[in-house]
């Protein structure tokens, strides 16, 4: 459904290179050059391709540092898209976190939520509170197949809650779609049932709604009382239960960069809005930016916009399921249902030789970067140390960016992999930052003898 209106050139560097880049960054794909990379499935995060209409905005970006017109624009977008009047902008969906958890989180509480993305749980803890994720059953099961296994589980999350009491449970996070758990969808119902749960203990809900639209979109194909129901009409409804909502500019914003929290007009009492506006001005910026460039703002309003055409998200959808058809029929284990934004790969099925303390996810994405200069992330035993996560490897799909032929590339190369998978071996930790939940970024390894 696209034409390109400006490219920029590609090439593979040669085996030699690709291994000597490799070895540069220590067996972390973070530590690449991306000149290096040839196909970068490493993030959907503000790698997307902007339409000509996002270009024509960002031209026309108001740079006032109050009351930018630019802000305006993105204040009528959110109102139209997700029916919020009010909104805090900031510089990405991380600072928007550390707005509001900062807000509402005190010493010695705790948050639930379905699974809390990894600067989601970093904020909750900077805060003084521990995050408890209540996922339903099945969803760190890689055989395990539901419509929506990216749900909260309601009973569980009641448990925890009452296990510490009420008044230390300032806030019920739903992340849609849940990207820690392979990017499943969350079902409208159960956002409802955990706005319910918010009430009975007075907490606030948080939708954490990077992929709104993504989510609508599964909506609309599995949940039956949404049957032909427009996506625009289910991003609204989704988000009609939530007190405040985060949103990474990044992702379904369609923008390189920016993002913000929607205030609802119920979470008022404490005056929610007005405390987010003033940690905004110290953290982020003036309330009518945020850190964002006013024509970045601009091009994130009509970025929204086209991020819940339906014809956008069947493109978009279809080619998360396209890429993971191609793995497959290469012999590449695949997660199944395959979520809205990235193919989860199972490096334990993929490199069964590979004993888990020897990273088999990151053996996998190493691989394949030496393999075919594709660029992956992994998303197990290596970022998740102390967890008995699957190992994943994700991915990630940037937005309107790539053409059918670099999925092709990416099976290839992944079948390649597979194909010769007992030539693969584990990888041990050289060095490794302080706090080890970010290792992932910053580690260096090497491969075992
Ligand atoms: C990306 C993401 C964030 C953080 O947003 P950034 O713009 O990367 O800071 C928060 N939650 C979820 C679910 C995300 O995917």
Redesign the pocket.
Known sequence: MYQSEMVSRQSLPDREQREAALAAAGYNVFGLSAADVRTDLLTD??TGTMSTDQWAALLGGDESYAGSESFERLERAVADILGFDRIVPAH????A?HLLYGALVKEGDIVVANTH?D??RAHVAEAGGRPVDCPVDGAFDLSAEGPFTGNLDIETARERIEAVGRDRVPAIVV?VTN?SAAGQPVSVANVRRARELADECDARLVI?G??FAENAWFVRERESEFEGVAIDDIVREQASYADAM?V?G??DGLANAG?FIGVADRADEDDLFTRLRERAILYEGFYTYGGMAGRDMAAMAVGLREAVEPAYLDHRIGQIRELADLLEARGVPVYRPVGGHAVYLDAGAALPQIPREQFPGQALVCAAYREGGVRAVELGGFAFPGTDRPEFVRLALPRRRYHREQLEHVAETFGAVVERSESVGGFEVVDQPEREALRQFSATLRPVE
């Open positions: 995060s503000g990405q969906g991380r600072g976190e993305f600067t989601t992340t990207n954490d990077c992929r985060v990474s990044k992702k993002g």
